[in-house]
């Protein structure tokens, strides 16, 4: 079953790699960019009876490892159910 | 307006954080998730007229700095068209 987890800041949080693609941005001309925030997009096959199982073994995978829940949200979606 | 940028590697390319993270998975006991693959996703604002304009000015973006485009493949999704 493949799953898709995007992990992003918390709001509030600072983003200094997405502060420093938008000055990048910026000086490559494209002002108009702003409130750059970059996250990650983790891509897996889980083997499972089902999808309520994998997005929950997904959500166990972010809870110890994938994410640091303390900066970071995480969502889960299952995007093949094969 | 709201662009959300998905950059992923190309199918083929190998990832050495993907492999990583599945040993890493692995060593903690959760030996059912294989293929991670992992990419970036990037929320911007962009001042646009339109969602088509936007998603213009986005893709010119990842030509330009934002994505490898060697090695990695980009879509993008306006999210919020105000």
Do not use: W
């Amino acid at each position: 079953m493949q799953v898709k987890i995007n992990i992003s800041l918390k709001t509030g949080v600072l983003d200094p790699q997405g502060r420093a693609v938008e000055n990048a941005l910026s000086g490559l001309g494209f002002t108009d960019a702003s409130h750059v925030r970059i996250g990650k997009q983790i891509t897996l096959d889980i083997d499972a009876e089902d999808s309520a199982r994998a997005e929950q073994r997904a959500a166990r995978m972010c809870e110890s490892l994938l994410a640091n829940t303390v900066i970071e949200d995480y969502s889960i979606e299952v995007i093949d159910a094969s």
